[in-house]
């Protein structure tokens, strides 16, 4: 089928704001056959249908379509359908209690093949903030995804890897990014299982090369098993710094990793700007720890495979040894 709602259909599959979206590539009114066909573009996508986005979010979007349509005096069924699916026949205590229930939702980015990752509704959740994906890890996908270079023949790791999503896209057998081997690491048990998880959704057809994840807490990083592991060329981390209690953890982290590389090694360190301060003092504690970090150009002029909304401004910064 022609998709003209390609872009509408890549937003809601992400739950890109429903506010934010590109209603405008709508061009009103709609034939029925066109809200048909918008409504299979999305509501009734087949990965949304195995794999659901957040209900309330899908709510939200028919809600925001109806409100569009308001003067058009025909509205195709499959719009009231989808209301949630079921969810329309249920009462609104119902619906919100079914909402609260489930914990966890899937997204799907098309890049143009599909990535789908299991995530946590809620930032914080099981004591990790690494159970939903946040937007430096977003920002740094986008970024590596213009700059393949970085990470074309390279062994990676990745410190706090959360949901496990710049691995998976860096594995995507479509995107050809050629990435060495690729080690997802975190120090929570729920996320290293909500990964192994994601990594199942998204490699089931080739398992011979998919991204590892291992348990790692980098306050216990000399107990790691790295000879069960290639020797890295590349260390991403993606949203770490926000919390400066494990500042001193993160950065002996560091440390440990380059030197058993012989500081043979790059790292890219994604931040979403949130409090200056946090970020100052970081980047301080870098220059004393002695390493040296540049901030890559231009991040925020990276095409949004991801559709990120840009509402946070993220830094990435390239990290090497002081020479
Ligand atoms: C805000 S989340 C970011 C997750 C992911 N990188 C992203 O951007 O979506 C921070 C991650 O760092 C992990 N983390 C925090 N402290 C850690 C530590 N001491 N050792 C290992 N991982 C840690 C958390 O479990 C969490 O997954």
Redesign the pocket.
């Known amino acids: 089928m022609d998709n003209k709602y390609s872009k509408l259909q890549q937003q809601f599959l992400c739950c890109y704001p429903v506010n934010k979206m590109a209603w405008s590539t709508l061009h009103l009114p709609l034939q029925l056959e066109e809200q048909k066909q918008l409504i299979a573009a999305t509501c009734g996508h087949a990965l949304n249908q195995r794999y659901p986005v957040r209900r309330s979010y899908q709510e939200a979007f028919v809600k925001r379509l109806l409100q569009l349509l308001k003067d058009h005096e025909e509205l195709h069924d499959d719009i009231y359908d989808s209301l949630c699916g079921q969810l329309a026949k249920a009462t609104l205590s119902e619906r919100e209690s079914a909402d609260a229930a489930q914990v966890y939702a899937y997204k799907h980015y098309l890049l143009p093949t599909p990535m789908t990752l299991r995530e946590s509704k809620s ?1 914080v959740i099981e004591g ?11 920002a ?1 996908a986008d970024y590596l995804l213009e700059h393949p270079s970085l990470v074309q023949n390279k062994n990676v790791l ?6 496990g ?2 691995g998976i896209l860096l594995k995507q057998r479509s995107l050809q990014l050629q990435v060495g081997q690729v080690l997802l ?4 048990d ?2 290293v299982q909500l990964m192994r998880e994601n990594i199942k959704l998204n490699f089931a057809e080739e398992p011979l090369d998919f991204p590892l994840c291992a348990q ?4 216990q990083i000399s107990e790691f098993n790295w000879q069960a592991y290639a020797a890295f060329d590349l260390l991403l ?4 710094i ?2 400066d209690t ?1 500042f001193e ?2 950065l002996s ?1 560091m440390e440990y990793i380059f030197e058993r590389h012989e500081n043979n090694l790059q790292m890219l360190l ?1 931040s979403t700007v949130r409090n200056v301060d946090t970020l100052h003092n970081f980047m301080q504690q870098l220059a004393l720890h002695g390493f040296e970090a540049t901030p890559c150009a231009n991040v925020s002029a990276c095409a949004s495979h991801f559709c990120r909304d840009h509402t946070a401004a993220v830094q990435i910064v390239s990290i090497k040894r002081k020479s």
């Open positions: 930032f990790t903030t690494g159970l939903c994906t946040w937007e430096a890890a977003l740094l990745e410190l706090g890897a959360g949901t999503l710049l690491t975190d120090g929570s729920a996320c790692l807490n980098w306050a981390a993606a949203d770490v926000y919390d494990q953890a993160l982290a994604a």
